[in-house]
């Protein structure tokens, strides 16, 4: 069983940075794939980011390719979002996430068993 928090979300200006972070504990947390997703008031969950276990490989939605960034460190298992230039259509709850294995691609939701509480990022025009 992984338990997931996210912090670091606010109201901030279009145009600002923003870093999110999720800290885990109760499991091991190295061998999971983790991500980050997102949901608008109004409109579905959407995948965001991903990074693979034991770090390296990251993939992006093409939304916020070249303005976030995924990352993690492993030795104090937290993965962070670092999200910059920020939109006011970046507005949303995100929730980061947790999965042994992806079928094919990052972006399933289904394939992640554990999920944070969510942090609200809020971007004003």
């Known amino acids: 069983q992984v338990h997931l928090v996210e912090s670091g979300g606010g109201l901030v200006q279009a145009g600002a940075s923003l870093r999110l972070s999720c800290a885990a504990s109760?499991?091991?947390?190295?061998?999971?794939?983790m991500a980050w997703f997102r949901q608008a008031p109004g409109k579905e969950r959407e995948y965001v980011a991903a990074?693979?276990?034991?770090?390296?490989?990251?993939y992006y939605t093409d939304s916020v390719k070249g303005r976030y960034t995924i990352s993690r460190d492993n030795a104090k298992n937290t993965v962070y979002l670092q999200m910059n230039s920020l939109k006011p259509e970046d507005t949303a709850v995100y929730y980061c996430?947790?999965?042994?294995?992806?079928?094919?691609?990052?972006?399933?939701?289904?394939?992640?068993?554990?999920w944070g509480q969510g942090t609200q990022v809020t971007v004003s025009s």
């Open positions: 996430a947790a999965a042994q294995t992806w079928v094919g691609v990052p972006s399933r939701s289904n394939d992640y068993a554990y």
């Open positions: 109760g499991g091991s947390f190295s061998s999971y794939h």
């Open positions: 990074i693979v276990a034991y770090g390296g490989t990251t």
